[in-house]
T-cell receptor
Framework: GAVVSQHPSRVICKSGTSVKIECRSL??????MFWYRQFPKQSLMLMAT?????????EQGVEKDKFLINHASLTLSTLTVTSAHPEDSSFYICSARPNLGQGSYNEQFFGPGTRLTVL | AQSVTQPDIHITVSEGASLELRCNYSYGATPYLFWYVQSPGQGLQLLLKYFSGDTLVQGIKGFEAEFKRSQSSFNLRKPSVHWSDAAEYFCALSGFQKLVFGTGTRLLVSP
């Protein structure tokens, strides 16, 4: 149980285009999901906390108009990188925290990640 | 402020030898602590977690970790390393809402 999927696993796009990444909790409901960014050989950097039915909370320094987050259901959150540029190339990982009663408090389950390359 | 420190950027261990990866944390209350493993180009897999109770925690793949409050540590151990254990290992602390990650330790396994 507690599986999180991400789609696509890899995407290559031209500079200036927008890219949408989906994060799904397959066998549990998650009011809260998280989006992370990971640069090569570095740790995960939290970008934003996504809450179902409300606006996402962005970490300091993360442009909310650049990285649009939508959490329309208890099993799906999407991250859209708008007007992507080469510096947005990175590994994006999502995680989902099960609602109370499903799993341990504050535990997060991670998706397999999405490799974005902007040419 | 909460933080996690993994002092070793990379460690090389011979196959069959024992392993210990260090993790120190800073947090004002009882921490929830995790160890994750990441293979290249992959997401994170949970190895084990500590919430409360027994300070020696058993995880998957033969890993264990010991929570030591007096030392603010949560070191990961394995008695005999396999070549397939080569990966990046992250220690993490759960504060309010968020996970805070250490910088990671890359484990290399030599024949």
């Amino acid at each position: 149980g507690a599986v999180v999927s991400q789609h696509p696993s890899r995407v290559i796009c031209k500079s200036g285009t927008s890219v949408k990444i989906e994060c799904r909790s397959l066998d549990f409901q998650a009011t809260t999901m998280f989006w992370y960014r990971q640069f090569p050989k570095q740790s995960l950097m939290l970008m934003a906390t996504s809450n179902e039915g409300s606006k996402a909370t962005y970490e300091q320094g993360v442009e909310k108009d650049k990285f649009l987050i939508n959490h329309a259901s208890l099993t799906l959150s999407t991250l859209t990188v708008t007007s992507a540029h080469p510096e947005d190339s990175s590994f994006y990982i999502c995680s989902a925290r099960p609602n109370l009663g499903q799993g341990s408090y504050n535990e997060q389950f991670f998706g397999p990640g999405t490799r974005l390359t902007v040419l | 402020a909460q933080s996690v420190t993994q002092p070793d950027i990379h460690i090389t261990v011979s196959e069959g030898a024992s392993l210990e990866l260090r993790c120190n944390y800073s947090y004002g209350a009882t921490p929830y602590l995790f160890w994750y493993v990441q293979s290249p180009g992959q997401g994170l897999q949970l190895l084990l977690k500590y919430f409360s109770g027994d300070t020696l925690v058993q995880g998957i793949k033969g890993f264990e970790a010991e929570f030591k409050r007096s030392q603010s540590s949560f070191n990961l151990r394995k008695p005999s390393v396999h070549w397939s254990d080569a990966a990046e290992y992250f220690c993490a602390l759960s504060g309010f809402q968020k996970l805070v990650f250490g910088t990671g330790t890359r484990l290399l396994v030599s024949p």
